[in-house]
């Protein structure tokens, strides 16, 4: 199966079993919005819970705050939203279909990629074991050719990248013979910017009304309350502030499912610090949260970081934290350094004094940033994509298994009577009643112990636990794993040890 079709397969697994629905479904669907069900949310929750505990309990000098998704306008007038939030747009003539026209090239370069590739893959199946990658890019006449191309298209996009040369954007476009994938023409309107953030009014009478936003980032929030954290917290610098939210942006592009939607969830972390140590923090701060990530045991080799070369003018380092999604390595998280400016532009617009006095020192300063901005979404996808296998049993069949990091799973055991009769159903409930406090369990008790398996397999439950005649003997159930498969006979009274080694959150937090 190649990884795009993997990836179809996933999409429609999170659908049947209940982790992400498209949004409205039943009115055919709104683009680029997912609902999350039954087992997604658990799945998100215990994501969630995992970022939380390790930002605000393992960190005694971060604290969390909860801030409203709309906010005075002027606050976006200050950190550059409404001034700079922009993508730049194309409109197809005759589909009337709209792309960004940085993503039109983009494709077009990737396809380049992609045909040099497949060159590569050619030659080492011609030369097998005397295959040397690096001479064959260096002396193959259809990879030079193609290289030759990609380079040039390339460099004329990041100088207008840079420029911010939209007409430059079209000749690419018109120069490369992009069509519109629709209507196949390259017939397009010329390049213009397009603002993210929705926008909508507050106010009941529509001369009292007035235009707010739905927060792109949640960390606006941060800066804004910085004053009132530090101030009723008794904060000293070095302190962190996290937050947990929705945020909205209006992607023009807004595909790969869950990937990039129009409403997600961010979860952020600005860690406010003395001006002068921010390379150090951002260091710092990187190295946390790679540890955070690799912690999960999902493989150290499928992250990376991708420094950025061209910083925001406000920053003064950057780096992204790539995950390998099927589509390949793509930004799961991104780590900056913010400098002060965002709380140096609220001090300007609001006309409040936001700095921070050193006692030690007695100097005042407004505190630099580091920031942490990691999508709840793309963490599920990313986990979702790593944990889903298809596995060729020893007796033919194909078990479809979820092997998500056992504290995160929605499900942490399924407690299930092998049959529904003679007191079996009534000694699970008990031991359902025996766990349901410290666990997420199911009961099951419709069909096969087989075809059951196969569901929790599918939802990714670390456990099932089967109980049998022999268990009113002799107080024991079948506690059954799911990677490896394998059962063993547990005491009903020794379960909730055994599940707790394994699931519980703060094993994970330990060993950060
Ligand atoms: N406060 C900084 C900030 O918002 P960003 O790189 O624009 O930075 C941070 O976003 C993270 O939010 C990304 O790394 C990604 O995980 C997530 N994210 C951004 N846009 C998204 C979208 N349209 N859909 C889903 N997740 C998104």
């Known amino acids: 199966m190649t990884q795009e079709e993997l990836f179809k397969v996933l999409v429609a697994h999170c659908k049947e079993y209940g982790f992400i629905f498209p949004s409205s479904e039943i009115y055919d669907g709104l683009a680029a919005v997912y609902d999350y069900g039954q087992m997604g949310v658990e799945l998100k929750n215990n994501i969630k ?47 009337k279909k709209r792309y960004r026209a940085d993503v039109l090239i983009e494709d077009y370069l990737a396809k380049i ?37 990609y380079d040039e298209v390339h460099n004329r996009y990041k100088k207008a990248e840079d420029a911010n040369d939209l007409a430059e ?47 792109p980032e949640t960390a606006q929030g941060i800066f804004v309350n910085y004053l009132n954290v530090q101030k009723t917290g008794r904060m000293k610098i070095p302190f962190g502030i ?35 140590t921010e390379l150090e923090w951002f260091k710092k701060w990187k190295e946390q949260r790679m540890k955070w990530h690799v912690n999960l045991g999902m493989g150290a080799e499928n992250y990376r970081f991708h420094d950025h070369e061209k910083l925001a003018h406000y920053a003064n380092a950057a780096t992204d934290i790539e995950f390998l999604f099927p589509f390949g390595f793509k930004e799961l998280e991104g780590i900056h350094s913010r400098t002060n400016w965002d709380l140096g532009r609220h001090q300007q617009y609001s006309g409040r004094k936001i700095e921070y006095f050193d006692p030690e020192e007695g100097v005042a300063y407004t505190p630099y940033v580091v920031e942490t901005s990691i999508g709840v979404d793309r963490m599920v996808l990313a986990v979702l994509s790593h944990s889903y296998k298809e596995e060729k049993l020893e007796n033919g069949e194909t078990r479809v298994v979820l092997s998500i990091p056992a504290p995160l799973a929605p499900v942490k055991a399924a407690v299930l009577p092998l049959v529904k009769k003679d007191g079996l159903p009534e000694l699970a409930q008990k031991v359902m009643d025996e766990l349901k406090y410290d666990f997420n369990c199911q009961y099951e008790e419709k069909d096969s112990i087989g075809k059951r398996y196969r569901r929790q397999d599918a939802i990714g439950t670390p456990y099932c636990i089967t109980v049998d005649h022999q268990s009113l003997e002799d107080g024991c159930v079948t506690v059954r794993e799911r990677d490896t498969m394998s059962q063993e006979r547990v005491k009903i009274e020794d379960l909730r040890a055994l599940i707790d080694k394994r699931v519980n959150l703060n094993n994970l937090l330990r060993n950060l």
């Open 49 to 95: 819970q995992y970022w939380w505990n390790a930002m605000t309990r393992l960190n005694e000098n971060i604290v969390g705050i909860d801030s409203c998704i709309f906010m005075h306008p002027r606050i976006w007038e200050a950190s550059g939203h409404v001034g700079a939030f922009n993508d730049p747009l194309i409109d197809n003539k005759d589909s």
């Open 113 to 149: 990629e992609e045909k040099m590739n497949k060159e590569v893959e050619k030659g080492r199946k011609r030369f097998g074991e005397a295959f040397n990658e690096e001479q064959f890019r260096a002396t193959n006449p259809n990879v030079l050719r193609e290289k030759a191309k």
């Open 169 to 215: 954007y079209k000749q690419i476009i018109v120069d490369c013979g992009i069509v519109c994938p629709i209507s196949g023409t390259c017939n397009w309107t010329d390049v213009r910017q397009f603002n993210l953030m929705f926008s909508t009014s507050i106010g009941s009478t529509s001369e009292g009304a007035s235009t707010i936003y739905l927060r």
């Open 242 to 276: 996290a937050q947990i939210g929705k945020a909205f942006r209006n992607e023009i592009v807004a595909r790969q499912f869950i990937f990039r939607m129009r409403e997600f969830e961010q979860m952020e972390m600005q860690f406010f610090i003395k001006p002068g």
